[in-house]
């Protein structure tokens, strides 16, 4: 055992301190009272820790300086042994290190408080060991309740800022960014204000753009700021400089001398030169160039991005306690499903198509599985998958190789269906809502699918666009 002074004198040099929970039996369910927190083995480096096998309940990192502590923390968060785990710096190494860590706290006594707590919503978890990706994120969040994901300015990234905790906890090579903004989508993390608003590419969307002011008539950089005068009595227009002479001004014109601004002569509005074309203009063409691709653009056609903080949802929450929501919808995906735009585009085209050919039908299904949230409360994981498996793979067969499939989010699904009369759509529309009631009834509860739909029949005249169907049809799925 350690003693006091030991522990001390260790903590000064890089070190890796572990933490252990002591439960008595009756404490068995894991919430451990902050006073039964004891010390555990040290490590000098994470690696060790990693290959000592060793489980600690907490750990209070001693880095060397901000790189150890990003590098320790990052290796830690990505061993699903460890990844889930308090960890606290001993101090502050800057926002992005920070944001890896449960805070600063230099000693156990000091971190038991923040421990305990998360060691107490551990047992409600479930699989925490196994979740990767998006559902370790989940986990993480659902352990530390008051917990918001902030993003953290980087010049370094494309995006120009990132966040460190997703990146951290993602799959290799996985882009954490689209992570998040699918599980935003998905409505298992909520945002927390808007943190920054950032311009980006719109060829590429990265984020580093260099503002550069430009000759409207002939786009050269070479512009300068100079004074132009206007000569009241012949109308020349030329530089300041034209008409310096050693008596004052005169104009190199017409030779009157220019005594009185606003009676002889005036500044002209221009104020800016082009020394490539001598152009004159009174203010230069603001473009952007994207320093990753090189494409310049007019200010106005820059795209935007917004970062904000983000929670995890009560949605969230029920899917990082259950494991189960995400897993589902991944069924859906071996279906041939079509990209969200590419679907869009299409349904547009049709839609234009069938307003002049009268011989061109066709049908739009959406549809929603109003219920998963609830089975998945209510029903072993293992359980809601195989219902959803068969349900899924019914809904496949019902589906023709010319017909279009598409998954918006995971509540909703869209079928594009051409050549189609009304007649064939209603008829689908029955056998999809059977579909619910003939996947395996399980103590009553059952999938439950709301659709709605549309025909081109019911286009008419009409001015609705792809767009504004989607959305009609949606609100109407509930
Ligand atoms: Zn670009
Ligand atoms: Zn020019
Ligand atoms: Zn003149």
Redesign the pocket.
């Known amino acids: 055992m350690p003693t006091a002074s030991t522990s001390v004198r260790l903590r000064v040099l890089p070190a890796i301190s572990t933490l252990v929970a002591k439960r008595t039996s009756a404490e068995s369910g894991g919430a451990v009272a902050p006073d039964h927190w004891t010390e555990g083995p040290h490590y000098a480096e994470a690696p060790q820790l990693l290959a000592a096998g060793f489980a600690p309940d907490a750990l209070l990192l001693t880095p060397g300086d901000a790189r150890q502590a990003a590098s320790w923390l990052e290796s830690l968060r990505r061993a699903p042994r460890l990844a889930l785990l308090p960890i606290f710096l001993n101090r502050s190494f800057g926002e992005a290190v920070d944001a890896l860590s449960d805070g600063v706290a230099s000693t156990p006594e000091a971190a038991a408080p923040e421990a305990a707590a998360i060691a107490a919503r551990a047992p409600s978890l479930s699989r925490r060991e196994t979740a990767e990706g998006d559902e370790r994120l989940l986990a993480f969040l659902y352990l530390r309740t008051e917990r918001v994901l902030t993003p953290v300015a980087d010049w370094r990234d494309e995006r120009i800022y990132r966040y460190p905790l997703a990146d951290a906890l993602g799959r290799p090579g996985e882009d954490s960014f689209l992570m998040l903004e699918r599980l935003r989508r998905r409505g298992l993390l909520e945002t927390a204000g808007l943190v920054e608003r950032v311009h ?7 984020g580093q ?1 260099l503002f550069i002011e430009t000759c409207p008539q002939c786009g050269s950089i070479d512009t300068a700021e100079q004074n132009f005068l206007h000569c009241y009595s012949c109308g020349h227009v030329g530089t300041q400089e034209e008409y310096l002479t050693n008596e004052g001004l005169t104009c190199p014109k017409c030779a009157v001398r220019l005594r009185h601004i606003g009676v002889d002569y005036d500044r002209a509005l221009e104020t800016f030169v082009c020394k490539d074309c001598s152009g004159r203009f009174t203010e230069p063409n603001v473009k952007a160039r ?6 310049t653009c007019g200010t106005d056609a820059l795209s935007e991005r917004n970062y904000y903080g983000l929670r995890l949802s009560a949605a969230g929450e029920l899917a990082a306690r259950t494991g189960q929501v995400g897993d589902l919808f991944k069924l859906l995906d071996e279906f041939s499903h079509a990209h969200p735009e590419y679907f869009s585009r299409t349904l547009e085209w049709l839609l234009d198509l069938s307003r002049r050919h009268e011989e061109v039908q066709f049908g739009l299904v959406c549809l929603k599985f109003a219920n998963v949230h609830l089975l998945a409360s209510r029903l072993p994981r293992h359980r809601v998958a195989q219902m959803f498996d068969a349900l899924a793979q019914r809904l496949r067969a019902l589906i023709r190789t010319t017909d279009l499939f598409m998954r918006d989010d995971d509540a909703c699904c869209w079928l594009l269906l051409p050549q189609t009369l009304p007649a064939g759509v209603a008829i689908l529309l029955e056998r999809i809502v059977a579909l619910g009631a003939a996947a395996t009834p399980e103590e009553g509860l059952r999938i439950e699918i709301a659709t709605a739909s549309f025909t081109s029949a019911d286009a008419g005249a009409g001015s609705t666009n792809a767009r504004l169907l989607m959305g009609t049809l949606r609100s109407r799925v509930g």
Do not use: D, F, V
């Open positions: 980006t590419c719109p060829s590429c969307s990265a753009l994207c320093l990753q691709c090189r494409k």
